[in-house]
């Protein structure tokens, strides 16, 4: 059995999909775990500071706020910026797509190259709303929109992925 999809990559979807990547990784949760912490922390140091009757908000305050929105910015930024110098410099990130999924494994075409994964090297399959991810590597994957499988294919392809990839096959019903 073998699954043929075509697409285009629009920039927006791109970075939508390497938002969900970034989103996913083990070093993006950690930075926005800590932001969460240092906005805690902030909350409770200005709660004490007002309990004290200090009215000023302090310059350490402001830094913190600062920092912790600086913080925020770069993980939101990050995958844009990343996809937009790919996109440049790579002709392959922004044109026609065609991927096989077949018995064996995933198979890409783009223009200017191909590649090819077994299902044993694939790590995970993952199903977000708008795309199924292919994790070769904790934080690298290729993606396909979902919009590019047909509504009448996709339980099919959902079943024939969890067929070939077992319980690394995590999708949606």
Excluded at 86 to 100: E, F, I, Q, S, T
Aim: with cysteine; net charge positive; aromatic share 12%.
């Amino acid at each position: 059995m073998s699954l043929t999809f075509e697409f285009d990559l629009t920039e927006r979807e791109h970075i939508r999909a390497a938002r969900i990547l970034s989103l996913r990784q083990p070093t993006t949760r950690r930075i926005l775990a800590f932001l969460a912490l240092c906005l805690l922390v902030l909350i409770a140091y200005h709660g004490v500071q007002s309990l004290r009757g200090y009215g000023a908000f302090p310059l350490m305050a402001l830094a913190g706020w600062a920092a912790i929105a600086l913080g925020l910015a770069v993980v939101y930024y990050a995958p844009s910026t990343t996809v937009r110098s790919l996109r440049k410099n790579n002709r392959a990130a922004a044109g026609l797509h065609v991927y096989d999924v077949t018995e064996r494994g995933l198979e890409m075409r783009a223009e200017g190259a191909s590649g090819a994964i077994e299902w044993p090297g694939i790590l995970e399959v993952y199903e977000s709303r708008d795309f199924l991810f292919f994790y070769f590597s904790s934080e690298w994957a290729h993606f396909l929109p979902k919009r590019a499988v047909a509504p009448a294919t996709l339980p099919m392809l959902r079943e024939s992925l969890r067929r070939w990839v077992g319980t690394r096959a995590h999708l949606r019903q």
